[in-house]
């Protein structure tokens, strides 16, 4: 009876652990679903609603005070030839020329120089003009100043063509070219867009004349500064020159410039004004032309 007892607990035993054993797994898994099912998590304390930004009052873009139409420059035309057009002188200045004064103009080739500013400060300091014809491959960025001291001193820029060739000795196409390239330079410091032109040498003939769309200007009177030229024989020359002279100087030389410098109060004395080429023909009523042979004489009117 007692063996009997001890088998039936036994059993009971074996039952009951392999029961708990097979149940543990559920028992065990079912807290965890059970929490994670009815475990309400506590409602976080809703957030305060974030006080809306007051809607910073956009500040209305005052209307830009709409610009003035800033008179939009019409853009500059690109220059085209006009076969024998008349030199226009309706923008020359010539209100500061004495009318019964003797007039004279100084022309200075081949620059721009570094005598350019000597030059231009004795222009200045007498009141006086002239003419300055440049030798566009002479340019370079160093004389930019003294490009824009030969407009601020009033003076004339006349073309002296690129490379400065003899023009009688090359094409059509590149005599236009060699005006066209110094051309285009000069419009770029005065706006301007037509200036005299000075043939190298004072070489022209016809091919010349019908490819040059500009009145050519030649001289009456030659310092002879670039033939062996001296301080004495320039001077010599500029003291002797006549009413409507257009005189022939080069920027080139540091002679030339003292012998302009110092004749200058002279000629004044003399009752002289110097003045540019394109001031001297409105003085003197003279009417210039393109595709024409050069102005070679004094201008007396
Ligand atoms: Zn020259």
Same mark, same amino acid.
């Given at each position: 009876?007692?063996?009997?007892?001890?088998?039936?607990?036994?059993?009971? @035993?074996?039952?009951?652990?392999?029961?708990?054993?097979?149940?543990?797994?559920?028992?065990? !898994?079912? *807290?965890?679903?059970?929490?994670?099912?009815?475990?309400?998590?506590? +409602?976080?304390?809703? *957030?305060?609603?974030?006080?809306?930004?007051?809607?910073?009052?956009?500040?209305?873009?005052? %209307?830009?005070?709409?610009?003035? +139409?800033?008179?939009?420059?019409? %853009?500059? *035309?690109?220059?085209? +030839?006009?076969?024998?057009?008349?030199?226009?002188?309706?923008?020359?200045?010539?209100?500061?020329?004495? %009318?019964?004064?003797?007039?004279?103009?100084?022309?200075?080739?081949?620059? +721009?120089?570094?005598?350019?500013?000597?030059?231009?400060?004795?222009?200045?300091?007498?009141?006086?003009?002239?003419?300055?014809?440049? &030798?566009?491959?002479?340019? $370079?960025?160093?004389?930019?100043?003294?490009?824009?001291?030969?407009?601020?001193?009033?003076?004339?820029?006349?073309?002296?063509?690129?490379?400065?060739?003899?023009?009688?000795?090359?094409?059509?196409?590149?005599?236009? !070219?060699?005006?066209?390239?110094? $051309? @285009?330079?000069?419009?770029?410091?005065?706006?301007?867009?037509?200036?005299?032109?000075?043939?190298?040498?004072?070489?022209?003939?016809?091919?010349?004349?019908?490819?040059?769309?500009?009145?050519?200007?030649?001289?009456?009177?030659?310092?002879?500064? &670039?033939?062996?030229?001296?301080?004495?024989?320039?001077?010599?020359?500029?003291?002797?020159?006549?009413?409507?002279?257009?005189?022939?100087?080069? @920027?080139?030389?540091?002679?030339?410039?003292? @012998?302009?410098?110092?004749?200058? *109060?002279?000629?004044?004395?003399?009752?002289?004004?110097?003045?540019?080429?394109?001031?001297?023909?409105?003085?003197?009523?003279?009417?210039?032309? !393109?595709?024409?042979? %050069?102005?070679?004489? $004094?201008?007396?009117?």
């Amino acid at each position: 009876m007692k063996k009997l007892l001890a088998l039936i607990c036994a059993l009971t @035993a074996v039952f009951c652990v392999g029961c708990s054993s097979s149940d543990k797994p559920a028992e065990t !898994a079912a *807290p965890t679903e059970a929490v994670a099912s009815t475990v309400t998590p506590e +409602p976080s304390a809703t *957030p305060e609603p974030t006080a809306t930004p007051e809607p910073t009052a956009t500040p209305t873009p005052e %209307p830009t005070a709409t610009p003035e +139409p800033t008179a939009t420059p019409e %853009p500059t *035309p690109v220059w085209e +030839p006009v076969f024998e057009k008349e030199w226009d002188v309706s923008d020359v200045d010539i209100s500061w020329i004495d %009318p019964e004064a003797k007039l004279v103009a100084f022309t200075f080739d081949d620059g +721009p120089t570094k005598f350019y500013d000597d030059i231009l400060n004795t222009l200045e300091e007498n009141n006086m003009h002239a003419t300055f014809f440049v &030798w566009g491959q002479q340019y $370079r960025d160093a004389f930019k100043e003294a490009m824009e001291h030969v407009v601020s001193a009033g003076c004339e820029f006349g073309n002296h063509t690129w490379k400065h060739p003899y023009l009688t000795k090359i094409s059509a196409e590149e005599i236009q !070219a060699e005006v066209e390239q110094t $051309r @285009a330079l000069l419009e770029t410091f005065t706006g301007k867009q037509e200036f005299l032109v000075r043939p190298p040498y004072g070489s022209a003939n016809a091919d010349v004349k019908a490819n040059v769309f500009f009145p050519m200007i030649n001289w009456s009177l030659d310092t002879g500064d &670039w033939n062996s030229g001296t301080y004495d024989s320039v001077y010599e020359k500029l003291v002797n020159v006549k009413d409507g002279d257009i005189v022939l100087m080069h @920027a080139s030389y540091k002679y030339t410039y003292e @012998a302009v410098r110092d004749v200058i *109060p002279v000629l004044k004395e003399q009752g002289f004004q110097i003045v540019s080429v394109s001031e001297l023909c409105k003085m003197r009523g003279k009417t210039l032309k !393109a595709n024409a042979a %050069p102005l070679g004489a $004094r201008v007396t009117g």
